[in-house]
């Protein structure tokens, strides 16, 4: 896979121009060149349409392929062989829930893999045709443990393989000690603390818990809460021992007596969907602006995504918006959508910033027959003034009417997205302070507010799972985090 940004000096991003190309070269992986073909089909990733479009073949020159391509996106260097989709559920003979990777490999070891669902269930697609080699492994135990395998197909249609039962006897638990924090909303030194633990692999799931207080006290509770004697930083632990006696232990250090803050948390845990918070309003705002705090940060294993944010009409399809920013860690911001060629050369964005709160200001005005303009401004500087929201190609007149259809009335959605649909991210895209004003009375009134406090850290705010969130269900990996 190969994925391409070019930037100017001055931050802007570049393309290929109209009616020129360029080549891609992809150096063919060691083990795969005495098989590789002449020729191979070339992809790139839709972002929009979430979905892998064909364009385009490379040609093979000695160890490399290389393949000409009209604009930069990600691509990919794949076959194209016919496929079915496979399914089935594991279930464990001992009746507990534990986590599996499955793969579905041919002769040449090449294949579909990935992890079953959390209640064992798995479908995707493989290829057609051909006898392959159906593995089941145990992550609970470690990725190289086998504990199923046998040899199916060929398919020539969708199959659903049914229950496969899988005996994982004899293998420990996997424990995972978890839990929340949350300080008391009077007394400063008395907090809570919500046991999330889990345990994997056994069918009785049930946990003792032992926790210490920094020194300052100890429970046995599952959830207890705890006085403290005195501010400063003090290490909770929380030990749990599962029921064949596995153990697990968790410390998380807390600023007793200080001042918390609490703000929306997006990260991405699916590579079908990004993360996102989604808010929609009663009615659109056809003059207004919205004000909101930003922060990005590393997850444990992987480094930052892209995060967006995209303000919209009744759609949030990108290239329907009144304007969306991608918001960058380690070079320039940059427009995605809404931003005619002129607006980019014009635009003045400053450099992306990690473990740091950001202001953000986006205001704009609309006249019931144009599409609106708007303005930016980012960390207190301004990146661009009244400029007209346009959509991403001027000649196609479809798209033109659909943009003004889309944009004409005004904003009446605020997506803050994180990642790709593609992939996942353990970093995260942190939200706080939101504040969207309506001008259109005549006089300007908040019309939306959000500082996240009163909320309980760890709250989702996907309003399916928390009826008290007033965002949409479309808001995904968005729960609440908090600074103490």
Request: glycine share 10%; net charge negative; with cysteine.
């Amino acid at each position: 896979m190969v994925f391409v940004e070019m930037y100017a000096e001055d931050g802007r991003k570049l393309n290929i121009a109209d009616g020129k190309t360029a080549n891609i070269t992809y150096e063919i992986p060691e083990d795969l060149v005495s098989d590789a073909p002449e020729t191979i089909k070339m992809w790139w990733y839709d972002y929009d349409a979430g979905a892998w479009r064909e364009e385009g073949e490379a040609t093979r020159n000695g160890s490399k392929w290389i393949g000409e391509v009209a604009h930069f996106s990600c691509w990919n260097f794949d076959l194209n062989v016919p496929s079915i989709t496979v399914s089935g559920q594991i279930l464990q003979s001992n009746g507990g829930l534990s986590k599996f990777y499955v793969t579905f490999l041919n002769e040449d070891g090449k294949g579909g893999r990935g992890s079953a669902n959390a209640d064992g269930s798995f479908s995707g697609r493989i290829e057609a045709g051909v006898s392959l080699e159906f593995t089941i492994r145990y992550i609970e135990a470690d990725c190289d443990t086998i504990i199923h395998q046998e040899l199916v197909g060929p398919f020539d249609q969708d199959t659903d393989l049914g229950e496969i039962i899988v005996d994982t006897d004899g293998f420990p638990s996997k424990p995972v000690a978890m839990f929340i924090i949350n300080q008391d909303d009077i007394d400063p030194l008395k907090y809570f603390f919500t046991n999330t633990s889990s345990v994997g692999g056994i069918p009785d799931t049930s946990i003792s818990s032992s926790w210490d207080f920094g020194g300052d006290g100890t429970s046995t509770e599952d959830s207890p809460s705890h006085t403290f004697s005195a501010p400063g930083f003090y290490d909770i632990t929380l030990t749990i021992t599962a029921a064949d006696g596995e153990v697990a232990s968790l410390i998380q250090t807390i600023d007793v007596g200080g001042n918390s803050n609490k703000y929306a948390r997006i990260t991405d845990t699916k590579d079908d969907d990004t993360g996102e918070l989604r808010l929609a309003l009663d009615e659109a705002i056809l003059t207004g602006r919205v004000n909101f705090d930003y922060r990005v940060a590393e997850g444990e294993e992987m480094s930052i995504a892209d995060g967006f944010i995209n303000v919209a009409g009744p759609s949030t399809t990108g290239r329907l918006s009144i304007c969306e920013i991608r918001i960058k860690d380690d070079t320039y911001h940059e427009f995605r959508e809404g931003a005619s060629e002129a607006t980019i050369a014009a635009s003045n964005f400053p450099m992306g910033v990690v473990d740091v709160w950001v202001p953000i200001e986006i205001s704009w005005s609309g006249n019931g027959v144009t599409t609106p303009i708007y303005t930016v401004t980012i960390g207190g500087q301004t990146v661009i003034t009244d400029a007209p929201s346009t959509t991403r190609d001027p000649n196609d007149e479809q798209m033109v009417a659909n943009h003004l259809e889309a944009t004409i009335n005004g904003v009446l959605n605020f997506q803050w997205k994180y990642n790709s649909n593609s992939f996942t991210s353990d970093g995260v895209y942190e939200i706080d302070n939101i504040t969207v004003y309506s001008s259109d009375s005549g006089t300007e009134t908040v019309v939306f507010e959000d500082d996240f406090e009163g909320r309980l850290f760890g709250e989702d705010l996907n309003p399916d799972f928390n009826p008290n969130s007033p965002y949409t269900e479309n808001s995904n990996d968005a729960s609440v985090g908090e600074d103490f």
